[in-house]
């Protein structure tokens, strides 16, 4: 009788005694009597262990049902649906940055760059398939037009041997390889603007010797220093301005990952290059600071001359474009210990460049660039936290009822972003050079320093503050104040960088 | 070398490294009472599998009520092989999912069937109801306990039975029906299995008899002790052919269809056939079967084809949604 309530048997053996007690007294308990009370009792108990039985297979039921009742969880990592064995899983995320950008000391004539705007606005949908099929879809709502930033299937093999296609970020530089929620300052230093980000292609990539060490290698369409490959939306899908495809490719060791007395645990270094032929149908990219002023442009044809131009007087009216082979090379590093965290690495680009007239690059002269750009950044959780390159986790969420704070992160960096020189020389005789000196800078050194609050897991709030010194290719009277890039790199740049950052 | 060759190198290597050699798992889905048939021959094929090429074989079971374990593999359990209570659930797998051939029952000997068994009734030491063929089963305040025929294989085995016996002694359709429908008001609890039911029976010591797998049978009298538990074998009964089945767009996806096949072959051979016979279930080898004669008692048989038409009729007719188990169920 074990399911049924107690009050309840208690109360039927009760009936049934005091029936057979009744009818004994009253009857004398004749034989017959005495084998109909049996009867009747065995029919009780079997009523009884019949009502147990069903309970009992109800329950059973009931687990089994839930053991294939697809699982919900809502959380503070985003919504996902998955099925019982976890082999099939969808998850919706999402990512808003809201930003407040200031800058002190800043020329009269810059009226637009003290501003409030939206970072980042991205819905993150991921999925999984038979376990070892994943997905992942990131459209940006945050600029002129909503675009799809991350758009890739990944088939794992084995969790060493994984093969991804679509969208995604070349395996060459740590930060830019970093989640954008959870870097330590809000912009990514120079590095990252001299390896490529999104690409077009197809990875190997896995990890080895019990995730010790992770390797990538992939093929992509190719894009110049910093950047993505064309925007996939309105008419730029799937762009690529050549036939020429890189090679990337990107190791990473965490020797002692695994081994948690060592004070080398959270000790990781890499080496991530590319190489491969760009024909930029478009210009170069620009380089921006820190605090995201566009600072450096290479040479633009005016477009109403553009395409009247005849060669000769192209010369003096281009547009500069990548023109030839081009490799990066960035060794890595990063160690986190505790609340301490230190991340290092460094870019050499080299990438031809040609001025290229309306139609075509014939007879254009061309000129290999040599970029380098470096960055040493740290970090400390004022509170105790551990850092990570995945981030902070705070211990409390911030609740100012319950005298609860979150966490707080001091974070420091210097970076460095150093320009070739031959980009002020003429490429060719008549030429004009493939950037004028007198409104770009050669050589940007930026200190920052950041406070990071982390108000819950998914709720940041980061306030950076950059100053940038710009070294110059001509003396300072020289910079031409009537362009928007010279009216910046006149005077050392003091940005400050505020942003509110939702990312779950 | 050059960096290209260098890449392509590598890429080798790595592509040689993750094919390397695994150990094989298998995933038998099976039905009820054959937990302990194949604890033993997985055991004994592991062996046979590793001697002949050096790999080493796991293999899974999954039990359950037939036509339940058959809904889980339509669903998406990745079975490699079914050991099924009955074609009916096998053929399932073709007509919902297209997971086998259709003539998957012509790919092994005697239609896919490699030990049968038949139906025997479980009572109480002394038989206290006094339990000796089916019409017995009908009798007021006799408790029957059986599994529900909509997801145990056993449990359509019963019925049939029950339906050929009323038949053949009341002389018709309308009579078995009436027959078959007054057996199962005396079914106080339906579970869904067969194992389920010796459970609700031997354990939980519920009702005056268990229409039992012949196998079933044995093991609880085995387990339980014949103190506790007699065999009474009914003067008519069905020749159940429990069948199984390779699951080739699972074996074929998965990569082990050479196993997978050789594990339901292994079971015709003289050891496979020991190991059921020692199991209580028939062995299909006559050599076998005469050595293990003595243990099986001896009783009338039909089989399904000769009384039914076959599973794919008696399955629409009985067992469908809106036949006659449901129509005597709901009534």
Redesign the interface.
Known sequence: MRNLPSAVRTALATATLFAGFSTLHAAEASSDDIAALRDQIRQLDQKLKVLERKQEIAADDAAAAAKTAPKITVNDKGFSIASTDGANQLKLRGLVQADARAFLHNDPAITNNNTFLLRRARVIFEGTFNKNISFLLVPEFAGSAPTVVDAYVNYALTPSLQLRAGRFREPVGLEQLQSDAVAFFNERSYVSQLVPNRDLGVQLWGELLDGTLTYALGVFNGVPDGNNNGAISGTTVNADSDKDKDLAARIFAQPWKNDGGSPLQGLGFGLGASTGREKSGSGLASYKTDGQQTVFSYATATAATATTLAPATSKTNFTTVANGKTWRVSPQFYYYRGSFGLLGEYAFSSVHVSPQFPASLAGSPTVALKNKAWQLATSYVLTGEDAGYTGVVPATNFDWAGGSWGAFELVARYDVLDLDNKAFVTPGAGYSPLANNANNPTKLTTVGVGLNWYLSKSVRASFDFFHTDFGLNVPASAILSTSSTGRIIKNDENAFVTRLQVAF | MK??SL?LA??AA??A??AAAKDIELLNVSYDPTRELYVDYNAVFAKYWQAKTGDKVTVKQSHGGSGKQARAVIDGLAADVITLALAADVDALYDNAKLIPQDWQKRLSNNSAPYTSTIVFLVRKGNPQKIKDWDDLVKPGV?VITPNPKTSGGARWNYLAAWEFAKRKLGSEAKAQEFVARLFKNV??L??GAR?STT?FVQ????DVLLAWENEAFLAVKEFGADKFEIVVPSLSILAEPTVSLVDKNVKKKGTEAVAKAYLDYLYSDEGQEIAARNYYRPRNETVAAKYAAQFPKVELFTIDAAFGGWTKAQKTHFADGGIFDQITTK
């Open positions: 960096p290209k890449l590598a890429l790595v592509l490294t993750a408790s106080p609890v579970d869904s389920g609700t939980r010591e519920v009702g």
